[in-house]
């Protein structure tokens, strides 16, 4: 079983749609969650970064923490066709070691 | 302005061959890394670096070796080329975390590296 479990989709959904991703884990060690965006041929960029449970909202993106179900969510509001791209999530318990999912490869379609 | 920056960008090569992969960072950042991307995405850390000095080395075939020459840059080569390490190598860069801390990885944008 891997540490993190991310469903790689493909997921795609109309524009102006909420979009929903998740990641599980197995490790209650991680504290730390993120969340990046993989443009195809660019490199990952962090989108959202959050610290033990709770929620954090920035802009049309909002990143939810349950450790008590080790589940992670980001949503995504009023979908655009410049959202599509894969969605990464990644975790640590520290020490910068950082354990990425499979990513979730999303298309919003105009 | 690009903060992480690698090269080449491609590189294609023949099996056996010695390469090597540049990265530098312009962010002042304290702390470097490698990370294989697989065909299936899965992004894995290889080796971190804090102020040159290894502080990550994951379980990683000795044929890589990460070089720091200084805290700006993290080169990586590798020797006698495999099949097998046909990938996306991504660099990034951070602020030092601590053991029970952790600082967001800032990436560039990958080498892809296809063996022949």
């Known amino acids: 079983q891997k540490e993190v479990e991310q469903d790689p989709g493909p997921l795609s959904v109309p524009e102006g749609a909420i979009v929903s991703l998740n990641c599980t884990y197995s490790n209650s060690a991680f504290q730390y969650f993120m969340w990046y965006r993989q443009y195809s041929r660019k490199g990952p960029e962090l989108l959202m970064y959050?610290?033990?449970?709770g929620n954090k909202e920035d802009g049309r993106f909002t990143a939810q923490v349950d450790k008590s179900s080790k589940y992670i969510s980001l949503f995504i509001r009023d979908s655009q066709p410049s959202d599509s791209a894969t969605y990464l999530c990644?975790?640590?318990?520290?020490?910068?070691?950082?354990?990425f999912g499979q990513g979730t490869r999303l298309t919003i379609n105009p | 302005d690009t903060a992480v920056s690698q090269t080449p960008k491609y590189l294609v090569t023949q099996m056996g061959n010695d390469k090597s992969i540049k990265c530098e960072q312009n962010l002042g950042h304290d702390t470097m890394y490698w990370y294989k991307q697989d065909s299936k995405k899965f992004l894995k850390i290889m080796f971190s670096y804090n102020n040159k000095e290894l502080i990550i080395n994951e379980t990683v075939p000795n044929r890589f070796s990460p070089k720091s020459p200084d805290k700006a840059h993290l080169n990586l080569h590798i020797n006698s080329l495999e099949l097998g390490d046909s990938a996306v190598y991504f660099c990034a860069s951070s602020q030092a975390g601590t053991t029970y801390s952790n600082q967001p990885q800032h990436f560039g944008d990958g080498t892809r590296l296809s063996i022949l």
């Open positions: 959050t610290y033990s449970s």
């Open positions: 990644a975790m640590s318990a520290g020490a910068q070691k950082l354990v």
